[in-house]
């Protein structure tokens, strides 16, 4: 299993960036799909997810800019960030599991991870 984050970058506050993650050796829509990401500094933490019906859930501080959404053709993942902010700036990871609803923004519920991809946004 691999999956393979990409689609970050440099970018200036209120700019948009859409990470994409590209899963091999699973099948998405068969699993819970997260975004996660980690500051200079801080501990990984959640920022979206999706579920095998489609249902969403976002921390609050990206709900409204932030839109996960899930490809099964291309067996893609996606996080299209709006309105971006430089507290935004993190690597941003991407993770598939089964988690039960309630503990989906738990990491630890995840089995596989992404290698990250950097997203940095200046004021």
């Known amino acids: 299993v691999q999956l393979q984050a990409f689609g970050g970058g440099l970018v200036q506050a209120g700019d948009s960036l859409r990470l994409s993650c590209a899963a091999s050796?699973?099948?998405?829509?068969?699993?819970?799909m997260g975004w996660f990401r980690q500051a200079p500094g801080k501990e990984r933490e959640f920022v979206a997810v999706?579920?095998?019906?489609?249902?969403?859930y976002y921390t609050d501080s990206v709900k409204g800019r932030f839109t996960i959404s899930r490809d099964n053709a291309k067996n893609t993942v996606n996080l299209q960030m709006n309105s971006l902010e430089p507290a935004d700036t993190a690597v941003y990871y991407c993770a598939a599991g089964t988690p039960a609803w309630s503990a989906a923004y738990s990491e630890r519920m995840y089995y596989y991870w992404g290698q990250g991809t950097q997203v940095t946004v200046s004021s």
């Open positions: 999706i579920n095998r019906g489609s249902g969403t």
């Open positions: 050796g699973l099948t998405v829509r068969s699993y819970v």
